[in-house]
């Protein structure tokens, strides 16, 4: 698939330590190297800088990274045709975002309709990463409960715009959506999967798996 400029936007979403985020760097290397990392997470605490480190580590050198905590969409119109794909991780942290500005719900899904717009209107492949954050434990604050609905909505919004839906468990990828206009192949194919789900494995130390899980 490198060197393929097609306009496509694909989701993968699942469980926190679902092999999401692994399996999303995987398949925006093959777009080709010039990849932009959107991250919307911005640290909070040790813990989540080691997270975020970990993640930076995973990615190719030749990669761009840019934060983004606010606008998104301004940040995904001015992708241009020197870039050959781009990652979003992650949605949901983008949700939290806009949730903490105390906005109302219509506003939120407002912008998230102007997310979903601006994403199909990307000349490039778009890969999103989000997280089912209602198979958790049900929240006991009403602000919980009402940031758990609006994740939702905004998967849901998303989804309905995207290409293809991949669920991701255990790292592997179950295909939800693959719209019959998609041009070119599946995206995530057996033998990719298999390839990539290996070589993550090997790429584990012992040590590195210890602290993984501690720190999950």
């Keep these: ?15 926190t330590r679902s092999g999401k985020s692994r399996l999303a760097v995987e398949l925006a290397r093959q777009f080709g190297p010039r990849i932009l990392y959107l991250a919307t997470c911005r640290p909070a605490d040790d813990e989540m ?6 993640h930076r580590q995973a990615r190719p050198p030749s990669w761009q990274t840019l934060e983004v905590a606010e606008n998104l969409p301004d940040a995904i119109s001015r ?5 050959d794909g781009v990652l979003l991780d992650c949605l949901t942290l983008y949700v939290a975002r806009l949730v903490s500005r105390k906005a109302s719900d219509e506003v939120i899904l407002k912008q998230i309709r102007t997310l979903c717009e ?12 989000t997280n ?7 929240p006991t604050s009403r602000s919980g409960r009402r940031f758990r609905d609006l994740a939702g909505l905004a998967n849901q919004l998303v989804a309905q715009a995207a290409d293809e839906v991949y669920l991701v468990i255990a790292g592997l990828p179950l295909c939800l959506k693959r719209h019959p206009s998609t041009p070119g192949p599946a995206t995530l194919k057996p033998s990719f999967v298999l390839r990539t789900s290996e070589r993550l494995l090997r790429s584990f130390s012992e040590g590195e798996l210890r602290r993984g899980l501690s720190e999950a």
């Design 118 to 129: 601006t994403l199909r209107r990307a000349p490039l492949p778009m890969v999103v990463v």
């Design 1 to 15: 698939m490198e060197g393929v400029r097609v306009n496509r936007l694909i989701l993968l979403t699942g469980a």
């Design 79 to 83: 992708v241009d045709g020197t870039l």
């Design 132 to 138: 089912e954050v209602g198979w958790g434990v049900v």
């Design 49 to 54: 800088a080691r997270r975020v480190a970990r």
